[in-house]
């Protein structure tokens, strides 16, 4: 049976004008609960309300807008740059001793560093710090992620983050000497840390804006009044989330592109300055500065519940969370994608910086070699991230079939890396190859990002979403704690980078296995609506009152 054809673009019967967008503020619903018969502690919160405001037109670009500008050209990309080239400049050969330089033309090839007593190569205290900071970012979203659903604490928890990201970054302007290599290792950790919460704390936004577009409202409305059944709904609902993510993810791509071009005014004519990086990074946190605040001045109020008394934003979160985890029998499709997504992400960001480890050697940490290889990536990433939109929406095809795809150059990309140990002819050796990664990596790891993110607002139960999306950042940022300091070790003891590359292929293959063949998305959404409908009911049942306490079995 075909489906009959929605309207899907972003045309104004999607949103509605400002003076029409309804403000109920409170209606949120709180739905709580303990393991004891008295009720104490909060379990579950649910955040959604019928009576939430449409999304107005000025909201949804300046939501896309703050993911223009939260591209990751400097937290991400130029800032471990900077601090790599700094510590570089400040280590010594160990074949030569101290006082040696790095870049002599008969190096070993090697560098390192004092550390801890002795010695550390400048790519393995780049892991460590990176390891460290998904360290603190776990600490970060199993503490307070899940407390962003009570009022307005995760308005606020967003602005909180961005600005100390920001501050970071205009920070990193004194980075001129390479003696200042520990600030810079400090820095780029703060910097890192907190745009790895903006976001998270982003995208947990995003499933509650999609449930109140116009076109989502009135999809609802003809479910509810059986004008269509309930896998035309979900088919369409799915689109829609699609629809919105892969537009945002596309502006941070196009904010990638604009980024890396506004710094070529910059870096080209200031090509001997020795400040010419230092002033592309104030740059580059100006534009995010510049297109971030909107969000802020134009977000609906979509306040959740108050904190129900005597609980802490500090120990909320963790109550929740072990709350949730013992949810898995009842939603074991939500927990298995979390667990494989917890591998592939920690893969995925491990091999990411090992290339750009590899890369920042290959082209001696040049800022303007590495803007035009991400103009490679970012004018790929956005041609496939509109394009693999397009053809989801034309053939109706799945999200987990669309991120399969992604999956496959996702295990690739090590795969290559891990050749580079027994040939010099190929494996990121070559010039060729990290411009062909950039334009591989754009392809297919940008649509990435979007399914995936769509993918775990499907298996969401509504009006849980920051809980869950609290346990997704824990899986996609935090977990990278792991494989760089896996890796580290394994290049500390080996002396080569390309060592690392097997370890990363085993993680990724076995992760998109798991979510390739034991992962029912269609029954995994539909477990998730059934339970968060009854933890309402239950509370419902209980009282009429909007905060009610209920025993979850």
């Not at 004008?227 to 709904?233: F, G, K, L, N």
């Not at 829609?240 to 892969?246: D, G, V």
């Not at 979403?465 to 977990?479: K, V």
């Not at 370890?503 to 059934?530: M, N, P, Q, T, Y």
Request: aromatic share 16%; charged share 15%.
């Amino acid at each position: 049976m075909s489906l009959p054809v929605l309207p899907i673009d972003s045309t104004d019967n999607d949103l509605v004008d400002e003076k029409s967008s309804k403000h109920v503020e409170g209606a949120s619903e709180v739905v709580a609960g303990s393991g004891e018969d008295n009720g104490n502690g909060p379990m579950f919160v649910s955040s959604i309300s019928k009576d939430e405001p449409f999304v107005t037109r000025k909201e949804l670009w300046a939501y896309y807008l703050y993911y223009n500008g939260d591209n990751g050209v400097g937290p991400l990309g130029f800032s471990m740059t900077l601090f790599q080239s700094l510590a570089f400049a400040a280590g010594y050969d160990p074949a030569k001793g101290p006082g040696s330089s790095c870049n002599a033309t008969d190096s070993s090839g090697q560098c390192v560093l004092p550390w801890a007593g002795g010695t550390k190569s400048v790519s393995s205290i780049v892991l460590i710090s990176n390891g460290i900071s998904f360290a603190i970012m776990t600490a970060i979203f199993t503490t307070i992620g899940s407390a962003a659903d009570y009022g307005n604490f995760g308005r606020w928890l967003l602005f909180v983050v961005t600005c100390i990201c920001w501050a970071s970054q205009y920070a990193e302007i004194s980075l001129t000497e390479p003696s200042r290599w520990g600030v810079g290792m400090a820095l780029y950790m703060i910097g890192f840390i907190s745009y790895g919460a903006t976001l998270v704390f982003y995208a947990a936004l995003f499933p509650r804006l999609a449930r109140n577009t116009r076109h989502a409202r009135t999809l609802r409305d003809k479910y509810e009044a059986g004008e269509i059944t309930r896998e035309e709904y979900e088919v369409e609902e799915s689109m829609e989330k699609n629809r919105i993510s892969n537009i945002s993810t596309a502006h941070s791509n196009i904010g990638y592109i604009v980024t890396l071009c506004l710094n070529l005014t910059i870096l080209i004519p200031l090509e001997k300055n020795p400040k010419a990086n230092n002033y592309v990074m104030v740059l580059v946190n100006s534009y995010w500065v510049l297109t971030g605040i909107w969000w802020f001045i134009f977000q609906e109020p979509r306040p959740g519940p108050p904190l129900p008394e005597g609980e802490s934003y500090l120990t909320i979160g963790w109550k929740q969370i072990w709350a949730a985890s013992k949810q898995y029998k009842k939603l074991p499709y939500t927990f298995i994608y979390l667990f494989a997504f917890f591998l592939l992400a920690d893969g995925l960001n491990t091999t990411g910086t090992l290339v750009s480890i590899c890369q920042n050697d290959k082209f001696s940490f040049s800022f303007l070699q590495n803007t035009y290889l991400g103009l490679a990536q970012a004018i790929t990433s956005t041609a496939s991230t509109f394009g693999f939109w397009y053809i989801q929406r034309y053939f109706k095809i799945s999200t987990k079939k669309m991120f399969i795809v992604t999956n496959v150059v996702t295990i690739l990309i090590p795969f290559w890396g891990m050749l580079g140990i027994w040939t010099g002819k190929i494996g990121f050796h070559n010039v060729w190859e990290f411009w062909a990664y950039n334009v591989v990596f754009g392809l297919f790891q940008a649509p990435y990002y979007a399914f995936s993110q769509t993918m775990m607002a499907e298996l969401t139960p509504p009006g849980f979403d920051n809980m869950f999306f609290g346990l997704f950042g824990l899986s996609n940022r935090a977990s990278s704690m792991i494989g760089p300091n896996v890796i580290q070790a394994i290049i500390d003891r080996s002396g080569s980078n390309w060592m690392g590359f097997p370890f990363l292929f085993a993680l990724c293959a076995s992760a998109s296995l798991v979510i390739w063949f034991f992962i029912d998305v269609e029954k995994g959404r539909r477990d998730a609506v059934a339970w968060a409908e009854g933890i309402r009911k239950k509370a419902d049942s209980r009282s009429q009152s909007s905060v009610d306490i209920v025993q979850v079995e």
